[in-house]
């Protein structure tokens, strides 16, 4: 199944390079199409106050719950498109881009603390008529989705929880860096996002030269905004909040890490487990920071599994 995907995924960019005279935003353009169309996902966006945020969902409704993708810092919501492929014929699925990424708005003083974040995902689920739902996040989103499950507890099935940021008791290699002054997570001149997808994924997913090109433009291009939401998620003080914060949560979580994680230590994860009441792990050997994107059928089965033990379904 992997390797018609990749052949079809190659297929497209031979015919959209005949076609586009070597237009690489054209070949990106395409391969993107293709893997939400496969996932069974449309793009739209709506307007929420005076941001304007895109978002992925289903293609064709299901008659199911609603599932919440919730992706991490300098992501987008094409991070989710393999693990949707799982599920939605089975979940309405919304992968969202939160403010400040891909293509919502990104003013630079529109407030990106974990609480700033959890007001403007409220916002806009409200605006979706979303009342009630799955929740997955991954890294930032992932201590979103924690954040959110805590602060609105009955909207609120179940949620799940990919290498969270949010609590740092364990250091990691990520740290060092940072300390150091170098970021691997900011591209800011060529060949840095190659560097990032080697720091961040441990099984690296299969993805074209051109589409890496357009994908480290437009990284590049983010870099301001990077700045200023990195700087407001490691915001000094807030982590005993947090902590407390997530004592509160009501709903059955899962925490599903990659033991090869080198963003945030996978030891976390037992802190995560121990602060919430209803909670338990998963550990992925071999996998890295986005078992979303390493390790997708995988993941979206450990989910299933979940809802179904959670729910009794």
């Known amino acids: 199944m992997a390797q018609r995907s990749v052949l079809s995924i190659i297929a497209i960019l031979i015919i959209t390079l005949m076609i586009s005279a070597c237009s690489r935003q054209a070949l990106y353009d ?26 992925l969902s289903n293609a064709e409704p299901m008659d199911g719950d609603t599932l919440v993708l919730v992706h991490g810092f300098g992501a987008n ?6 693990l949707a492929r ?14 400040g990424h891909g293509d919502s708005s990104k003013e630079l003083d529109l407030g990106y603390r974990f609480e700033d974040q959890v007001g403007h995902l409220a916002r806009i689920l409200d605006a979706l008529g979303i009342e009630k739902a799955h929740m997955i996040g991954n890294s930032m989103g992932g ?3 924690a954040l959110y499950a805590a602060t609105y507890p009955e ?23 940072v300390m150091g002054g ?17 720091f961040a994924l441990e099984k690296k997913p299969f993805v074209p030269w051109p589409i890496y090109d357009v ?61 919430i009441p209803d909670a338990r792990k998963v550990l992925l050997e071999g996998v890295g920071h986005a078992p979303m994107v390493e390790v997708p059928e995988e993941s979206a089965r450990l989910f299933r599994e979940f809802v179904a033990t959670a729910t009794g379904q």
């Open 182 to 198: 170098d970021n691997p997570l900011i591209p800011s001149k060529e060949g840095d996002f190659e560097r990032l997808v080697d």
């Open 30 to 55: 395409n391969a993107i199409g293709w893997e939400r169309s496969s996932a069974g996902l449309e793009e739209s966006n709506i307007t929420v106050g005076e941001m304007t945020i895109a978002y």
């Open 155 to 177: 909207q609120i099935h179940t949620a799940v929880l990919f290498d969270p940021a949010g609590i740092f008791e364990y250091d990691s290699e990520l740290v060092g860096l």
């Open 86 to 99: 799982q599920l939605t014929g089975e979940f309405n699925v919304y992968a969202i881009d939160l403010p």
């Open 215 to 275: 994908m480290e433009e437009k990284a590049i291009a983010n870099r301001d905004v990077n700045e200023v939401i990195f700087d407001a998620i490691r915001d000094t003080g807030y982590e005993d909040d947090f902590r407390n914060a997530i004592t509160r949560i009501q709903a059955p979580v899962l925490v599903i890490w990659g033991m090869e994680d080198r963003v945030i230590n996978y030891r976390n994860a037992d802190v995560f487990v121990e602060r």
């Open 77 to 82: 919501k094409d991070n989710w498109t393999r």
């Open 143 to 145: 201590a979103i989705t």
